[in-house]
């Protein structure tokens, strides 16, 4: 940033709408520092003004940042079409405004809660903390999914030892939803006592139909 020759009355830092501005920058970038107001909507807010594009935020007299407020509150009343703002055709009101800072949270959160309410698609995928917009999620996202959504609690082991030294020692003190793991654990062992474990032990099947397309019991022959 070049030089910039400070008067007496030049303010540093702003507060605006919850958000503290800069008042060294323009004042269509300061504005975009307010959440809920881009580059297209701050130029269009100053033009309304009569504001001039090449003034500091900090050279802003009170007058002038009451105005840009006004025009910022109230967008459809300056003439401000309707597709320009972030909030049309509100589902409880029917309004169209321009949310900003806190409303914006405010709003976001209220129609994220809704969409759970009714069980909607969307609104279930936030529940769940997985991702929303139909991306694919079978190769991607592996390695920071826990941060999208909270986690529900602790998810089955991955280790196969702790598994096997549980079996052993007959303790799961301090680790839930492992019961799952110990399962397969055993299951496998049972199919290794058998035989059926392995590349060349396991016995080739055949399906009768009486036994597997009826009612009957479900029965396999094993070729020799």
Sequence with gaps: MGSLIVGDDFQHILRVLNTNVDGRTKVMYAL?????????????????AEIDMGKRAGELSAAELESLMVIVANPRQ????????????????????????????????????????IRNHRGLRHYWGIRVRGQHTKTTGRRKASSRGARRGPGPPRCAAWAERTLRTGSTTGVGGCEGAIDRLSARRGRARMGLCGRGSRPRLSRRANGWNSGGRNEAVAIA
């Design 78 to 117: 300056f003439r401000i079409p309707d597709w320009f703002l972030n909030r049309q055709k509100d589902y409880k009101d029917g309004k169209y405004v321009q949310l900003t800072s806190n409303a914006l949270d405010t709003k976001l959160r209220d129609d994220l809660e809704r969409l759970k309410k």
């Design 32 to 48: 975009t520092q307010i959440r809920g107001i881009g580059r297209r909507f701050a130029n269009v807010v100053c033009k309304k």
